[in-house]
């Protein structure tokens, strides 16, 4: 069912949480701190571009097609308020 696949996808997103959290310490509550108005979809987005993984990677791991994932990405810049020169990727790495 639908609820079951909804608890399933974040349980695994706990456990990723957890495991990237050991990973590269800190690093969730970073970016948190400087943009507190992400939301857990933004934080989980943050995480997979600072895996270095491309939207199309992205895609099947948040269930949606490529052009949603860089719909976000850009929603994301936006949200970030970053400047036109500075790459997303370029940012998220840099944290």
């Known amino acids: 069912t639908t609820i079951n696949k909804n608890i399933n996808e ?10 990237f ?3 590269d310490k800190d690093f969730l509550k970073k ?22 993984l491309s939207s199309k990677e992205i895609a099947p791991l ?13 929603r994301l810049r936006k949200k970030m ?5 500075l790459g997303l990727v370029e940012y998220i790495l840099s944290v």
């Open 10 to 19: 974040d349980d695994t997103w706990d456990m990723f949480k957890e495991a």
């Open 21 to 23: 959290n050991n990973a």
């Open 31 to 52: 970016i948190k701190k400087a943009h507190p108005l992400l939301t857990p979809n933004d934080l989980r987005l943050c995480a997979y571009l600072r895996l270095n």
């Open 62 to 74: 948040l269930n949606i097609s490529v052009r949603s994932v860089e719909i976000k990405r850009y």
């Open 81 to 85: 308020e970053l400047q036109h020169e």
